[in-house]
């Protein structure tokens, strides 16, 4: 029989060592890099990411343990299959028959599903038998029992905790804490975030090229080209912004309040609840520029025409009034 010689093994002692070094050597230089700012996440560049080296390091130890763990199992069954041929060659000498041991997983596994074995089948066997078929009395495994059991027992206490005394919320309840909590975020949020005034009465149009390109951006963003296409010529919802024709007003002041407050009876929703006053204001410019632009199959004018007013000269003084 083939002997294993235990001082002959190998020792692994040395790799690991070297390992575990390599593993805090690679950490060691991307700690400093981590307090650093990354701009970039992982996924976007995940070669020059601070991260990389100790993912990658994760990955390989990952990767040698499946390993380790693999071949421990291939040499558990060589040893085993060593016990066994030794076995069989000891009942051999001894003249009795060899009758293997049952592993302590097999123990386990047949315990755990209460298993019967082929060979004590009539011990369950009810007589009853039908086209060669026989009936036994088999019982269901133990873990499918403790599911059963376990469910009733959850269920007590679920109805006790969420119904009986309370001291659990339901779902609905669980919604609202979340709703609240959420709310109170976002005040917190806003709180801590600089707010700007617009004061309404005294807009003055700018053609200023960042405000006209985030007005252009934040109409985009928000879907406003489905009703008024993105060239603002209107469509079957939403009037033409280009012409001078107004349903609610031209002036800047009008448009302002118009995107801020919303026609709701006429599906334009009151952006003011869900953007800032600066972009408020700089949606209302970019309209307001789209004036004359005059694109390709814009929709009749629709409302009353809008003329602005001219300021009036004050009269001066040196001359006797006139």
């Known amino acids: 029989m083939p002997t294993i010689d235990m001082k002959s093994r190998t020792d692994f002692r040395p790799m690991l060592r070297k390992a575990v070094m390599m593993f805090f050597l690679v950490l060691s230089a991307v700690v400093p890099a981590l307090a650093q700012e990354t701009p970039k996440s992982f996924m976007d560049d995940p070669i020059n ?5 100790l993912y990658l390091v994760t990955a390989l130890l990952f990767i040698t343990l499946i390993l380790v763990i693999i071949v421990a199992i291939y040499m558990l069954r060589i040893l085993n ?11 051999k000498k001894l003249g009795i028959t060899y009758a293997p041991s049952v592993s302590w997983w097999t123990k386990f596994w047949d315990e755990f599903n209460a298993a019967v074995p082929v060979a004590k089948e009539q011990d369950i ?12 009395d088999n019982h269901l495994p133990p873990w499918w029992k403790g599911i059963l059991y376990g469910s009733m027992v959850w269920a007590v206490i679920y109805l006790f905790a969420y119904h009986v005394i309370g001291s659990l919320p339901l779902s609905g309840a669980e919604y609202e804490n979340e709703l609240a909590t959420a709310a109170e975020q976002v005040r917190a949020y806003r709180a801590t975030q600089p707010v700007t005034v617009i004061d309404e009465n005294a807009l003055t149009y700018s053609s200023d090229a960042a405000i006209l390109s985030n007005g252009q951006k934040v109409f985009i963003s928000n879907n406003c080209q489905q009703c008024h296409r993105q060239d603002g010529g209107g469509n079957a919802i939403g009037p033409n912004l280009t012409d001078t024709y107004w349903i609610h007003g031209g002036s800047i002041k009008n448009i302002f309040q118009t995107i801020k407050n919303g026609v709701v009876e006429k599906g334009m929703p009151a952006w003011g609840k869900v953007m800032s006053p600066t972009d ?14 005059n694109p390709k199959e814009a929709k009749a004018p629709q409302g009353t ?18």
Do not use: C, N, W
């Open 305 to 322: 025409l809008y003329a602005p007013e001219t300021p009036t000269a004050p009269a001066d003084s040196t001359m006797g009034g006139k």
């Open 125 to 136: 066997d009810t007589g009853h038998e039908y086209d060669g078929i026989r009936e036994l």
């Open 49 to 53: 990411h601070p991260m990389a080296p």
């Open 280 to 293: 408020v204001r700089d949606v209302a410019f970019y309209v307001m520029s789209l004036q004359g632009s």
């Open 81 to 91: 299959t060593f016990v066994e041929q030794a076995e069989k060659e000891r009942a």
